[in-house]
């Protein structure tokens, strides 16, 4: 049983929901993501993390893991969430948390992987599923694609034709994870 963590629009979400894998909880650091609607939609319980209601982030931490664990959830997938997660955490779901990433890791890691990829002028982009340690979007790589950048690229252009192999790559690599 998976549950996933987002931030954010929740697209990476839609695709596991898409592809009929056993998504039982999404949770989020915000109330207001987008990803929480899309799980409402599918009939799938939602919980609310935000940081402001917790003296710190391994407490947060703590209880999301509980929250998933009550659950049944087994594997963890972060579909675009966006903060770091600590010990208590990476403790209650040691290497069974896996991450989708806009760029080739190890080039490129953290929040603007995309603008940073432009800025810098490379020709080719990708996208990245690997498992996730306590570093930034650090942690073995699990599955690898390439994205060509193409001339008049900007940032919306080149993350939409990434996200498009996301949505295929990363349900192919946790329905792997959930037949081991
Ligand atoms: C994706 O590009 C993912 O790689 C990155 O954040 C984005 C999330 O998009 N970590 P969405 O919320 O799944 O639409």
Redesign the pocket.
Known sequence: MIGVL??????????LLDAGLPVVAVASNRAD???LERARDADVTTGVFELDDYPDRPTRDAAMAVWLTTRGVKLVV?????HLLTEPFLDAFAGRIV????SLLPAFPG?H??EEQLAAGVTESG??VHLVDEGI?SGPVLAQERVPVLAGDDVESL?ER??AV??RL?PEVVRELCAR
């Open positions: 987002a931030s954010g629009e929740g697209t990476n979400l839609q695709a993501a987008g990803a972060l579909a675009g969430y966006m991450n989708v990433h806009p929040a992987a995309v996208a990245t979007d993350h990434i996200k996301e949505h990363l």
